[in-house]
């Protein structure tokens, strides 16, 4: 009769390192796949906030509006306001909207603040103040009554304004607006910070709807 003969201790030994080296080498594969899905996340959702962003910063200028004894728009180099209409044509209101740099214990971040919806001269004077108050860095910030959004991790932010061809500072137009000091045209620059899902510096141009049509 022949004697059975099993596994030997060497092999049975290489056979676990074998599996050992196999389960190693599926763990790494099965890691990597969850961390390139999870920058992929991270990008996504930083590219869904950055087109969102700047939807909403078109739309404010799109709707920027010149009235009386207003301004439709002030830029000091660090806070921006605008003077936009409302989106309901049957409820003629307009709102003072504000976007600057702000700082907390998460970091910088570009925000954005809104107004209530204003009707009246002194109504607007006295949203155009609050929103100046909302950008400093005090307890001032607890009397901007309005809505304020934090919108995107931000380094810092350069605007330019296109008048009689050309790009320039982004300087204010004198004590009043009207259409015809407005730029023609808004070029905003974003220094996006390192090692977030979205580095880097970030280029959008506005042109102003009416630029370029003929006077009446």
Same mark, same amino acid.
């Given at each position: ?21 196999? @389960?190693?080498? +599926? ?10 899905? $999870?920058?992929?996340? $991270?990008?996504?959702?930083? %590219?869904? @906030? ?36 409302? /989106?309901?044509?049957?409820?003629? =209101?307009?709102?003072? =909207?504000?976007?600057? *740099?702000? /700082? ?6 570009? +925000? ?10 002194? $109504? ?13 860095? +005090?307890?001032?910030? +607890? ?6 959004? @934090?919108?995107?991790?931000? $380094?810092?932010?350069?605007? /330019? ?11 204010? @137009? ?5 259409? /015809?000091?407005? #730029?023609?045209?808004?070029?905003? %620059? ?10 880097? *510096? *970030? ?10 049509? #003929?006077?009446?």
């Amino acid at each position: 009769m022949k004697r059975q003969r099993g596994f030997t201790l060497i092999e049975v030994m290489v056979a676990i390192a074998v599996m050992a080296l196999l @389960a190693i080498m +599926s763990w790494r594969g099965l890691d990597g796949m969850a961390r390139a899905q $999870e920058r992929n996340k $991270e990008r996504g959702e930083a %590219v869904l @906030a950055l087109q969102t962003t700047l939807a909403q910063w078109s739309a404010d200028l799109d709707a920027m509006v010149v009235l009386p004894t207003t301004r439709a728009l002030d830029w000091d180099g660090r806070l921006l306001r605008i003077t936009r209409r409302g /989106s309901d044509d049957l409820r003629p =209101v307009v709102y003072v =909207v504000a976007w600057t *740099l702000r /700082s907390d214990a998460n970091g910088a971040h570009w +925000s954005r603040w809104q107004s209530a919806p204003l009707t009246a001269r002194n $109504e607007w004077q006295q949203a155009w103040n609050r929103a100046a108050s909302w950008a400093q860095d +005090s307890a001032t910030r +607890s009397n901007a009554q309005g809505a304020e959004v @934090a919108l995107m991790p931000l $380094e810092s932010w350069q605007l /330019s304004y296109f008048r009689n061809n050309a790009w320039g500072p982004a300087v204010g @137009a004198g004590a009043l607006d009207t259409s /015809s000091t407005l #730029p023609d045209g808004v070029r905003l %620059v974003l220094t996006l910070p390192p090692g977030a899902a979205l580095a880097g *510096l *970030l280029t959008r141009d506005w042109v102003r709807p009416t630029a370029g049509a #003929p006077k009446t």
